[in-house]
């Protein structure tokens, strides 16, 4: 290859948004929940209801594909990324205003269509005729508005198409209907803003109380769909991504704290949650729910966060692993590597974009491996953005972080903000602790002794 090829091949690998779906491609995380998760999912007498938490860009997204492809060969394993659907239908902020009964609903059509696809025989059409019943007197009752009458076939079909990266290896369909699949879920806008009018996704009126009854019948009727495929197949493991993208904390303590329907799925249930659920204390109240947190990997010390931590080596790893086959093993050096991990924070997304920006700049050089004048000026470009919008009230909560030798967080309000927004860093190793995002140390926070 070309050093030019070699670049380009290096960012196409290191995509920011989508999940590494080759096994080979992915370094053993020191600090995963997978294998906590996989011994609760082992015992024979319980059904766990996880949280897993985190803030946005840690990797969750990749460890639920890691948990998948281990609970292969025990259940059926069904992969719903909301974040995903809701991008495929043209509405990707209807995961800001989506209500517990809404997803819900969105489960019963994926286990729907998940059924219909591995089923050697038709689902009884009552089950579905109930379904679309149960749907259409909770979105009466919470005044949803609807411009056409809904069809569950279209619907449920469209369900799988539109998530058809993350299901398709779910249902175990390779070859031509994968691709199919896949094709559609690219090529069929029609099909896509015809299930947004028959299913309208946080546009309801007014909201009810889980006791309600047409909320209990909607339950019932998904439960059931669930219980089919447990009976006639094998028991189902739900896995649903996507719920973590919620901004607003009220919004996350209704889907959870307020409403209890996501932990009454009849079958094991992981979902990734917002971080709100983990940092605010009444987190801890969320019944029937376990919380696991997925932290960033701790790449700073955390007695002097200017010295590099035990978490570089796995980002170090992670780059290896996806260009190892690749005839450039100086494209990047050690240290450069090293260099990147630390100022990522510990953020897998943030560490991607990275190793992007030094990709661009080292074919527009042409050169054989990246220098360290490269590396700084994608790390420069990062900090810049990462400083972007910060006001002195930020900057002090950040900065009673970096005082306090316990890197507790503060009671200010604004420091849920911080973490939301990926400013403010959570680390697992010991008792959780806190640090600004280290690109915001290397100038606008430099810490007392740091080198920058």
Known sequence: MERRDVWEEIYRRFDPVEPVKDPAWRAPRPHT????????????????????????????STELLRLREARESK??????????????????????????????????????????????????PQHVEDLRLAWEQ???????????????????????TAAGSVLVPA???????AAGMAAG????????????????IGRSGRTLPDQDEAMQTLLGAVNVLVGHMQQHHRRVLLLIDGLDRIRDEERALGLFLRSELLSQIACPTVLCAPFALRSA?????????????????????????????????????MYRRRTQDLPAPDAMEQGSLERLAYVSGGRARDFVKLVRGVAERAWTADVTTATAEIVEDAVDEARRDRERGLDVGH????????????????????????????????????????????????HLLRAPGSTG
């Open 33 to 60: 929940p997978v294998d906590r998760i996989a011994r609760r999912l082992d015992l024979p007498f319980a059904d766990p209801r996880i949280l897993l938490a985190g803030t946005v860009g840690t990797g969750k």
């Open 75 to 124: 259940e059926f394993v069904l992969l719903l990324d909301l974040h995903r659907h809701f991008a495929w239908m043209g509405d990707g902020e209807a995961i800001q205003r989506v209500a517990s009964w809404e997803v819900i609903f969105l489960v019963g059509l994926s286990v729907l269509g998940a059924a219909r696809e591995i089923l050697p025989y038709e689902v009884p």
């Open 138 to 160: 909770v979105a009466d009752a919470t005044n949803t508005p609807r411009t056409t009458e809904i069809d569950l076939g279209k619907v449920a079909s469209g369900m799988i």
């Open 171 to 177: 249902l175990g369909l390779t070859g031509g209907a």
């Open 185 to 200: 879920a690219g090529a069929t806008k029609a099909i896509a803003e015809g299930i947004r009018r028959m299913v309208p």
């Open 281 to 317: 204390p009444v987190g801890a109240a969320i019944p029937r729910f376990d919380t696991v947190v997925l932290a960033n990997e701790p790449v700073l010390d955390k007695a002097h966060p200017d010295r590099m931590g035990e978490g570089v080596p796995f980002f170090v790893e």
């Open 395 to 442: 900057l002090g909560v950040l900065r009673a972080v970096m005082a306090d030798v316990q890197r507790q967080l503060p009671e200010d309000a604004r420091a849920r903000q911080l973490l939301d927004w990926g400013h403010l860093l959570p680390y697992p190793n010991e008792s959780e602790w806190y640090y600004p995002h280290p690109l915001l140390t290397l």
